[in-house]
């Protein structure tokens, strides 16, 4: 499939086939996607639990109880769950840190550069932290963007998906020791191939989107 074609194929699945699963080079594929998402100087706020077996799906499914009832079956009926967390802070340790694995895989020519890219992390993480005072939505967003990417991703794979934001976050959280490891759940993503009866697949109801003379300006 072309760029167009996989835009249009790929949906919100509603309803999974239980019995087909994801092969093993493509979940590999799939963490590949994960790993390389681009991220605002590349912080990488993220930590990913996978979750592929059926007692996976299950510790998963514990955020998909009582008015979140509806997202079970999805969870439970998907090959492979991804929960996508967040870091809880960030701090010059974590900077460090980014910038050491940057320089391990080659990326810095000399310490000068090294200490400039560090000193730009600093900078525009500062920003957020201490002027604008939204670092903790600054690195959800960082989050969203690995999951638009990933979505795009796992269509071209032939793979269905379904986000979910409909979670208790606060129960995978306490699933996960999340929050002791300084993160906190944000989105659930399940994969697999959708059921035939799968009412929202665009095999039987088209996409809808307003029109490029709404949304577009072009100068």
């Known amino acids: ?3 167009k074609e996989i835009l249009n194929w790929r ?3 509603k309803e999974y086939d239980a019995t087909k699963k994801i092969s093993e080079a493509d979940m590999a594929e799939i963490k590949n996607l994960l790993r390389m998402s681009p991220s605002s100087v590349n912080l990488q706020p ?3 639990i996978v979750a592929e077996t059926t007692e996976g799906k299950a510790r998963v499914a514990k955020g998909t109880q009582g008015f979140f009832s509806f ?5 439970t009926n998907a090959s492979a769950v991804v929960l996508f967390c967040v870091k809880t802070d960030a701090d010059d340790a974590y ?3 980014i910038a050491d ?3 391990k895989d080659g990326r810095f020519p000399n310490e000068d550069i090294k200490n400039g890219f560090l000193g730009a992390v600093k900078t525009f993480a500062g920003i957020h932290k201490y002027d604008l005072k939204d670092q903790q939505h600054w690195m959800e967003k ?7 990417s990933f979505l795009l991703g796992v269509a071209s794979l032939g793979i269905d998906a379904t986000p979910m934001e409909g979670i208790d976050v606060k129960a995978l959280d306490e699933e996960f020791g ?3 490891k300084g993160y906190t759940s944000l989105v659930a993503v399940s994969l697999g191939y959708h059921a035939d009866s799968d009412f929202n697949s665009t095999e039987k109801t088209p996409k809808s989107r307003l029109p490029e003379s709404e949304i577009f300006t072009v100068i």
């Not at 960082?142 to 638009?148: D, E, F, R």
């Open 178 to 180: 999340l929050r002791e």
């Open 142 to 148: 960082q989050v969203y963007l690995n999951i638009g």
């Open 1 to 3: 499939m072309n760029l």
């Open 46 to 48: 993220w930590h990913f």
């Open 11 to 13: 949906y919100t699945t």
């Open 95 to 97: 900077y460090q840190h």
């Open 101 to 103: 694995t940057e320089d």
């Open 71 to 75: 997202n079970e079956p999805k969870v």
